[in-house]
């Protein structure tokens, strides 16, 4: 018999709360702990949670006694012992909208289990059922199994969770949602789009998301490891992100995203990236994920494999999936390449350390971060194309970082163990030999600073330079003003005295605005030659000599019209048939 059960009421939800009932049946002799998490797996910071529960109290099963309920640490409460079990009863403040949060208002509900459910401590792998009530037009989407049944004033699902693990890998979304489904190998797919308002989806979406899952699972051994897969997609004004689980995922895009070419390959990329997590990180995950601390940091020095690699492949898989041009994929690389160039943070602090720090540096940027550290998500894409291009060179084209990616799940996640940093090492001799070893070490334990031009000759691309050579300050502009955001550590800017938070007033007494800066520096600037620079910093107005150098230019990634058949053939092996 369940002993937990969580009843959670949504039938109000523009109040923008939820009220819930944990009753916990096992007799107890002594008082009970009940937690909250206080952060997400996927999101490597710690959040807080609890701040949004109100009201916690206690009762005993059955004779309703109220019985002595105490806090005892930021996300948890301590309660009596009671013969006949326990009942808390409790609010849960729900108004942030985003993959890994809770919001419900009276068009949806959408929350992550971790923002709700107090769970007894120390029964982890206590069965749950989650009855949940919510208005009677609204359908409930979750990757957990359950049924639904309604009454004359609501509709309930009722849920299963096979203890703490699967609960929190479940979010929940219900309302007014369109649900497109889809098969792959047998196994069914589905997407829930919430949010879409007036904008349809592409008429080709569902056949887009087979394509890609094809490809994804080209990577394992052309298995699936689910028995079926949701994405939710949450559709907003703004905003952007994604969560992934085990047998589903969240996706968070501004609605117009699906109406624009580039925005409905972002979008495609999204889903890819969240996809490929049910293999990298879901399921095969460094030791130290084997059994997460919900509520402490969990420490890493991997996330340059499990984003970092992820990032790399969420937009191969698309072009594989013949829904991105060599081109296109070419213009995303070029970004990742440029915004890893241009931040000389990656000399600082390595993709092993700033996994590491992720829990202090990625989610908290500031305007040094560009100088003292580097993100494992971008670098650690190119990282993993060097790897990869790398991989290939060594043996003739014969193996790439598909095959390293099988072996550690051959060599780990099937033999029942998570992996760490020695199994990758083994993984890429076994495919490619020891020096590729050496090659990742160089990429991810010191500074981030490629050959890349020599690896991309392989394929048959050029790396090229736009605007290189015009007068460049390294500075950047906080969006829409004209306020300093950041300044390139030992750049023009900071040698001149420029800093973060100035607000740039003129170049040699020419006014200058967000949008028209970079014209003025370009028509008064020279190379080499003092440039007057009007700043107000704290209210004064300050005059500084800024001497610009030659602007490195942007990256741009382009296909070599020259390139070789052999190159060519290299090509579609890595990226597949151009589409
Ligand atoms: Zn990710």
């Known amino acids: 018999m369940t002993k937990l059960a969580f009843h959670i009421d949504v039938t109000r939800p523009a109040e923008r709360q939820v009220h819930i009932r944990a009753t916990w049946s096992a007799p107890s002799a002594e008082r009970v702990e009940f937690f909250l998490p206080t952060w997400t797996p996927g999101s490597y910071l710690l959040r807080e949670y609890a701040r949004h529960v109100s009201r916690v109290c206690a009762y005993e099963q059955g004779t ?18 009671a013969a006949g079990g326990i009942e ?10 985003t993959v890994r949060t809770a919001d419900v208002d009276a068009h949806h509900a959408y929350w992550n289990h971790a923002c709700l459910l107090l769970w007894p401590r120390g029964h982890r792998d206590a069965e749950a059922e989650l009855v949940v009530d919510y208005p009677s037009e609204w359908t409930l989407s ?8 309604s009454t004359e004033r609501h509709r309930r699902s009722t849920l299963r969770a096979a203890g703490l693990d699967e609960a929190l890998d479940a979010p929940v979304l219900i309302g007014l949602t369109r649900r ?57 004004g703004e905003g952007y992100g994604g969560l992934e689980h085990r047998d589903s995922s969240t996706l968070l895009m501004p609605r117009t995203s699906l109406t624009t070419p580039t925005g409905y390959r972002d979008f495609l990329g999204l889903a890819a990236h969240e996809l490929f997590h049910a293999w990298n990180v879901k399921r095969m995950r ?3 994920f084997w059994e997460y601390d919900y509520e402490a940091e969990n420490y890493t020095r991997l996330l340059w494999l499990i984003e970092g690699w992820t990032a790399y492949y969420d937009d191969v898989l698309v072009t594989r999936a013949g829904r991105m041009t060599h081109a296109d994929y070419c213009a995303t690389m070029a970004k990742n390449i440029q915004n890893m160039r241009a931040a000389p943070g990656r000399l600082e602090l390595s993709l092993e350390e700033s996994s590491f720090d992720a829990w202090i540096r990625l989610y908290r940027p500031d305007e040094d971060t560009r100088n003292s550290s580097q993100n494992y998500y971008g ?7 060097c790897l990869d291009l790398g991989i290939r060179r060594a043996t003739g084209g014969e193996r790439s970082l598909d095959h390293v990616l099988r072996a550690l799940w051959q060599q780990t996640f099937e033999q029942g163990r998570g992996y760490r940093l020695e199994d990758v090492h083994r993984a890429v001799t076994d495919i490619a ?5 050496e090659e990742l070490v160089g990429l991810v334990a010191g500074s981030l600073d490629p050959e890349l031009d020599d690896w991309l000759r392989d394929v048959g691309l050029c790396l090229e330079a736009r605007d290189a050579g015009k007068p460049f300050l390294g500075l950047a502009l906080k969006a829409g003003t004209t306020r300093v955001a950041s300044v390139t550590r030992g750049g023009p800017a900071c040698r001149g005295g420029v800093a973060p938070d100035d607000e740039l007033l003129a170049f ?13 520096l370009t028509s008064v600037a020279s190379v080499g030659e003092p440039l007057a620079v009007l700043v107000a910093r704290r209210g004064v107005i300050r005059r500084v000599e800024v001497t610009p150098l030659a602007g490195p230019g942007i990256a741009r990634l382009v296909l070599d019209p020259t390139a070789t058949a052999a190159q060519l053939r290299a090509r579609e092996a890595w990226l597949g048939a151009d589409s």
């Open 142 to 149: 979750c990757s957990l199994r359950g049924e639904e049944s």
């Open 433 to 437: 030999g020891a020096g590729l070893v």
């Open 379 to 385: 670098n650690g894409a190119v990282a993993a194309m």
């Open 286 to 288: 460094p030791a130290e």
């Open 64 to 81: 309703n006694r109220p019985l002595a309920c105490v806090k005892v640490a930021k996300n948890r409460w301590s309660v009596e012992a």
């Open 180 to 236: 497109l489904e889809w098969q792959v190998d047998g196994v069914d797919h589905a997407i829930d789009l919430d949010g879409l308002a007036s904008v349809s989806p592409p008429p080709t979406l569902t056949e887009d998301l087979a394509a890609i899952v094809r490809a994804a699972k080209g990577v394992f051994d052309d298995e699936l490891p689910y028995e079926r897969y949701v994405f939710q997609a949450l559709f907003s």
């Open 88 to 97: 808390l009863r409790y609010r849960v403040y729900t108004h942030e909208l």
């Open 508 to 520: 040699e007494d020419l006014r200058v605005s967000n949008s028209t800066w970079q014209t003025v």
